[in-house]
């Protein structure tokens, strides 16, 4: 069981400084971040004992993969949402670009569209990284899921770095032409 204790320690970290976060700044959304890296907890727990069950051939594993696909559906929708919502700034139902921001730096929404694609697709890819009960273990299933998680963070880092200059361009009043 070192496996998944040893995944779940970059996920605790980050849980732990978003609570920390909240109780100096009592910040609601830290504590709703806090809840997307406690939420891919179950999913690599889960995701061990299928494993070990299907293993021994446990009646319980089928039981398991459905909470098993319960929790991975959840953790990537709830991470999706995060980087959609929070990171970026988007999903604004009022804003006069359908559904993304009043402020739009890049010149066409196509691109902003065509991220929120990528990243659905990849949050999905890289839950499927944590279930070693896939036995997608081998190097080059290693390397693709490595590979497509810096892409959707490639993509990520643009629109995280866009919608803070909006946001810090709003706070002081600037106008963005």
Partial sequence: MFPPLFVSIPYLIRARQCIFTYSKKR????????????SALPVIWLSALKREWER???????????????????????SFFWDVVYDWG????????????????????????????????LRIAWSLKLASHLHLTSEDY??????TEVFRRFI?????????????????GLIMS
């Fill in 27 to 38: 910040s609601s959304s830290s504590a709703l971040n806090a809840g997307k890296y406690f």
């Fill in 90 to 121: 988007l999903a604004d139902s009022t804003s006069r670009n359908k559904y993304l921001r009043n402020t739009l730096l890049y010149k066409k929404s196509f691109w902003y569209w065509l991220a929120i694609s990528i990243d659905f697709v």
């Fill in 156 to 172: 990520w880092i643009f629109f995280r770095v866009e919608y803070e200059h909006v946001h810090m361009m709003d706070q002081h």
């Fill in 56 to 78: 021994t051939n446990s009646p319980h594993a089928p039981q398991i993969k459905m909470l098993w696909v319960l929790f991975v559906s959840f953790n990537s929708m709830y």
């Fill in 142 to 147: 290693v390397f693709l899921f490595e590979i």
